[in-house]
């Protein structure tokens, strides 16, 4: 059964950083394209950023410049690094491969970034 553990978020003011991680389990995901999602109160869930299994990266513009997309393959894991936080960044986080999976949602890590 395939499970994606996210872990890392908190809350923190405008302008710090948090770093997020994501443990998958079930069957290894190094050939997948890995994303980032988050979905704030009263909105649908967004990407918000992508990784290949190469490497290759791709962000919405809202993050870009702010936030990085890491991943491990030899130990399952996915990362985001967040820089420079906003408050229109607090949101709930979710990993999922890219594009999502309904099966594959976890419970997500909230982060909340006050002004």
């Known amino acids: 059964q395939v499970q994606m553990v996210e872990s890392g978020g908190g809350l923190v003011q405008a302008g710090e950083s948090l770093k997020l991680s994501c443990a998958v389990s079930?069957?290894?995901?190094?050939?997948?394209?890995m994303g980032w999602y988050r979905q704030a109160p009263g909105n649908q869930r967004e990407l918000v950023a992508f990784i290949t299994s190469g490497g290759g990266t791709h962000y919405v513009d809202s993050v870009k410049g702010r936030f990085i997309i890491s991943r491990d393959n030899a130990n399952n894991m996915v990362y985001l690094q967040m820089n420079s936080l906003k408050p229109e960044d607090t949101a709930v986080y979710y990993c999922?491969?890219?594009?999502?999976?309904?099966?594959?949602w976890g419970q997500g890590t909230q982060v909340t970034v006050s002004s």
């Open positions: 079930g069957r290894s995901f190094s050939n997948n394209i």
């Open positions: 999922n491969v890219y594009p999502a999976r309904i099966e594959y």
